[in-house]
């Protein structure tokens, strides 16, 4: 557990060491606010669903940028040789970078209060659903979080792992859509659909918190955090 | 000591190392030679836990150890080729890194640091980024990593490459200073700087071991190196 702090701790200076952490944050937090408030006024109801809705398309291309360098940078550079002659092990490693990843996206996401706290002065909504958003936002950045540390592992190259992350996301996106759902047969429908993480994400911020949806994202994130740590095993074949 | 035996490697198809044994006493350097592609990298991987052996075993003091076994690992610094860094750190905050995942207490970290530094002469560039050393000290900090911890083997693939020749002298003193407690395995395309610092000589060719002999005993190694590589 040491190790994964150690790790986790270097990561999330990283962020904010330089400028990138910054700017990205900024950048996420403008674009998902101006989308929201530009209609927000029109529609006269304090209504949150928009507001995730934004949010988990605009991080479909944030969480890829921001993880894209996690393991394909260590590749490139070689220091991933140095750490793994070190008393530390491939789970550690990106146990260790997913932690450090996942704080930057929470504390992200927390940029976010200001904004719900003032729909809530505004118009009230309900408490429930506020939380069920943001657990729902939390979730779904996790997934992301995990296909894009998974992609990363697969090669050097951090654009590899930007537009394979972004790939992924999007056809996974495109899974829970009505344009994709309405030209499958009615029997793979709630199938396809439910492997969609923003799918299950949208039930939270409606209110409905499922265990099921619950296992979902865990399984998933589990899922592709075994696969980054055999992705990194496989270097010896 | 560290003995390694009838070490095989195989990548897919592809057999890298055939069937390589050799042996490392305390207090010695052993150089390791051989065309690139000949394996040396791929050996000394292997020692630190990176890559497993496809066949073959290491022991410690005649006892066979899992290379990627923290207890294995505790006892090895390693400095891999082109001496990779975290170029955005400081030498400080690196060797801080490096010591934390060595499982250096706390209280023992700045105390490591220091004693490291003073080895290898980086005690005025600690605060100083990695990115704007020279090379020269860029392979210090990387040497100093290594002996964090205080191990008792170190592993160097290729320390003194792509530095000048007043840089590659400073390392080699350094490395023949560290010599009188440690085993050293020490890989060279430079076989002047095998003669002159290691006591015996191993050349691998083609994943095969060539030549393992004691240093003074070989004559002419020039000549050899290339009769046995060619």
């Given at each position: ?9 270097k ?10 952490g ?19 006024f ?6 949150l ?65 200001p904004?719900?706290i003032t ?6 909504p ?25 992609v ?13 992350s ?27 659909g ?10 939270f911020?409606s ?25 990194l ?5 | ?19 390589i ?23 000394m ?6 890559y ?24 090895i ?5 082109n ?55 860029k392979?210090?900090?990387?040497l ?78 020039e ?8």
């Amino acid at each position: 557990m040491k190790n994964i702090i150690t790790i986790a701790k270097k990561e999330w200076r990283n962020y904010f060491s330089s400028p990138v952490g910054y700017v990205f944050a900024g950048l996420l937090l403008v674009v998902v606010n101006w989308l929201f408030f530009s209609n927000f006024f029109i529609g006269g109801q304090a209504d949150l669903n928009p507001y995730w809705s934004n949010f988990s398309l605009i991080l479909s291309l944030f969480v890829p940028a921001i993880s894209m360098n996690l393991i394909a940078e260590e590749k490139k550079n070689s220091t991933w040789e140095v750490l793994l002659s070190l008393p530390i092990n491939e789970k550690e490693l990106v146990l260790g970078k997913f932690l450090g990843c996942a704080l930057y996206l929470l504390f992200t996401i927390l940029l976010s209060l200001p904004v719900i706290i003032t729909v809530y002065v505004l118009g009230k909504p309900d408490v429930g659903l506020i939380i069920g958003g943001f657990v729902g936002i939390l979730l779904l950045s996790l997934s992301y979080l995990s296909v894009g540390i998974f992609v990363s592992s697969l090669s050097n190259q951090a654009i590899v792992g930007f537009l394979g992350s972004s790939v992924i996301l999007l056809v996974n996106s495109l899974m829970g859509q009505e344009i994709l759902l309405s030209r499958v047969p009615s029997f793979a429908k709630d199938f396809i659909g439910g492997l969609s993480v923003n799918f299950r994400s949208a039930n939270f911020s409606s209110g409905a918190i499922s265990i099921g949806d619950l296992v979902f994202f865990i399984s998933w994130i589990i899922i592709f955090i075994t696969l980054t740590i055999i992705s990194l095993k496989s270097r010896n074949k | 000591m560290l003995k390694v035996e009838n070490i095989n490697k195989s990548f897919k198809e592809k057999e890298v190392l055939k069937d390589i044994s050799f042996e490392i006493k305390k207090n010695s350097i052993v150089g390791l030679l051989g065309p690139n592609g000949a394996g040396k990298t791929t050996l000394m991987r292997i020692i630190v836990g990176f890559y497993s052996a496809s066949n073959g075993k290491i022991l410690w003091d005649g006892k066979k150890v899992d290379t990627r076994s923290e207890k294995h690992k505790s006892r090895i610094g390693y400095l891999p080729e082109n001496n990779p860094l975290y170029m955005n750190l400081t030498g400080g905050e690196y060797l801080e890194y490096i010591s934390e995942l060595k499982q250096i207490s706390k209280e023992e970290i700045k105390e490591e640091i220091f004693k490291v530094a003073q080895q290898c002469g980086i005690q005025n560039v600690l605060s100083q980024q990695i990115e704007t050393l020279s090379k020269g000290y860029k392979q210090r900090v990387g040497l100093a990593a290594a002996l964090l911890g205080d191990p008792k083997i170190l592993i160097l693939d290729e320390p003194t490459s792509g530095l000048d020749p007043n840089q590659i002298i400073e390392i080699r003193d350094l490395i023949k200073g560290l010599s009188k407690n440690k085993m050293i395995l020490i890989s060279t395309h430079i076989l002047p700087e095998a003669r002159e610092i290691c006591e015996r000589l191993i050349i691998i060719n083609r994943g095969e071991i060539a030549l393992n002999e004691e240093t003074k005993k070989i004559k002419n190694l020039e000549k050899k190196f290339v009769e046995l590589t060619a």
